[in-house]
């Protein structure tokens, strides 16, 4: 199977740089991205980004000296709360070199990205609305792109199925006419006031270690997900459906069990 995550606004820029790395695919795309944005002010940024002042300041001269910055493995550089989740330090290399085979993350401005590719820090969110001469949104810039690589990817793998473990604002970029791939969109419940409900906190790390858990285990069939226990979540095959196979934890779910 085939993964896919969402990036982090959060970077670890401080982290040891692993030696060596792979190209992204779309540099030359990137390298366009960041032409235009270093044509934005630090204001520009902010009303774009809906960012502070400190952050429109920090990644107006990000994109300035982008060909200059230090860069690091996109696994390594990434620090939010769906890597805490998939813990890649922890990672054994066997299970981490099938990662760099079968996950895949998308980017506002790598398009996609393998664990091991080198980026640059960056903040620029798929959702943007930067203007290219491609239209007004970075979905635009990308159009059937992205879904067509993971079409390549899965076909190199064998694999006619891809394991959504990414937000909407990413996925969609995924072009649903272009995407010839089974997609399987695990969700993540949490019981709260007597009902299951997704807290966006813990549904992040629960993305992280379900990609983690395909990644340690070499899963090969959508239906092996059901066994995914990681933080003590579990299956609930009556709130399920093949595309969309729900997890819960807390005492519904032990109700449930």
Known sequence: ML?????AKKLNETAPSTTGGTEPYFADETAKLVA??????????????H????????????FAGFGEAEV????????????????????????????????????????????????A????????RLKTRRGGSLYDFWGDRVAKRLNEEAGALGTKTLVNCASVEYFTAAD??????????????????????????????????????VCENRLTEPADLAAFTAGGY????????????????GELAQDAA
Not at 36 to 49: E, S, V
Not at 121 to 128: A, F, I, K, V
Not at 185 to 212: C, D, H, L, W
């Open 121 to 128: 820090p960056h903040r620029l969110e798929m959702g943007t």
């Open 3 to 7: 993964i896919v995550v969402s990036p």
């Open 234 to 249: 579990e299956y609930q095959p009556e709130l399920s459906s093949p595309s969309e196979p729900v997890f819960l934890r």
């Open 51 to 62: 960012i502070s002042e400190n952050l429109g300041k920090l990644n107006a001269a990000r």
């Open 176 to 213: 649903r006419k272009a995407l010839k791939l089974e997609v399987v969109t695990p969700k993540f419940f949490e019981t709260k006031n007597g009902e299951p409900r997704i807290v966006s906190f813990y549904a992040k790390q629960a993305r992280g270690a379900m990609a983690r858990f």
């Open 72 to 119: 690091k493995q996109a696994i390594e550089l990434f620090d939010g709360d769906t890597y805490t989740g998939f813990d890649a330090a922890s990672l054994d290399p066997d299970a981490m070199d099938y990662a760099q085979d079968h996950l895949r993350i998308l980017s506002g401005l790598y398009g996609l990205l393998r664990p091991r590719d080198l980026i």
């Open 36 to 49: 235009t944005a270093r044509r934005l002010k630090a204001g520009d940024l902010m009303k774009l980004m």
